[in-house]
């Protein structure tokens, strides 16, 4: 069973950079495709995509914040990282890691989640 | 900015079937890209619940189960029981910039 589990700070302040990192674990046996998401939920709303990162470290981002994202895959594939720079009060929301079986594809992993609040 | 739209919310009855419907356009799903459905109970990560279009991960309840034609796609929940409440959330890929995972609007399903 894959295990992914997110960490970095819980408070950010507005204008700063979010740096979280999410750590791959359990009975799980890396391949030459994998891919490796991050997903956002603000509080009380919906599912938002923020990208992907090819287990060759090529990278997806959502054009909405494609300026602000910077993606990161570890050498060992046991973990990954997100970078978003200039925060807002709009980047306030619960941070998921994820496994996309594909870049078109369905998540059938998910992290536990990390709130990350954007103060000014 | 979802380009996927699903009703806010849906109830019924313990027993009833209920349906949540996932709109899109040419760009997504008319286009042919695949949908699947995420299941999130209160206070927990989205959970798999259906992959392209039709097909259930292993342990999910046949009472779920999914469609897909044209531009739009549809759950359904039959025989609803009372841990099936929740949000549920809708998943294509989108074509309409350089391309992208885009998620519905999602939908709260409440048991009366």
């Known amino acids: 069973q894959l295990l992914l589990q997110e960490s970095g700070p819980g408070l950010v302040k507005a204008s700063g950079t979010l740096s979280l990192t999410c750590v791959v674990s359990g009975d799980f046996k890396h391949s030459g495709s994998d891919y490796w998401g991050w997903v956002r939920q603000p509080p009380g709303k919906g599912l938002e995509w923020i990208g992907s990162v090819y287990y060759s470290g090529h990278t997806y981002e959502n054009p909405s914040l494609k300026s602000r994202v910077t993606l990161s895959l570890d050498r060992s594939g046991k973990q990954f990282s997100l970078n978003l720079t200039s925060l807002t009060a709009a980047d306030t929301a619960v941070y998921y890691c994820?496994?996309?079986?594909?870049?078109?594809?369905?998540?059938?992993?998910w992290g536990p989640g990390t709130l990350v609040t954007v103060s000014s | 900015q979802s380009v996927l739209t699903q009703p806010p919310s849906v109830s019924g009855a313990p027993g009833q079937t209920v349906t949540i419907s996932c709109t899109g356009s040419?760009?997504?799903?008319?286009?042919?890209?695949?949908v699947h459905w995420y299941q999130q109970l209160p206070g927990t990560a989205p959970k798999l619940l259906i992959s392209d279009n039709t097909n259930r991960p292993s342990g999910v309840p046949d009472r779920f189960s999914g469609s897909k034609s044209g531009t739009s796609a549809s759950l359904a929940i039959t025989g609803l029981q009372p841990e099936d409440e929740g949000d549920y959330f809708c998943q294509s890929y989108d074509t309409s910039l350089s391309g992208f995972s885009v998620f519905g609007t999602g939908t709260t399903v409440t048991v009366l």
């Open positions: 994820a496994r996309p079986r594909g870049r078109q594809s369905w998540f059938d992993s």
């Open positions: 040419n760009f997504n799903i008319g286009a042919g890209y695949d």
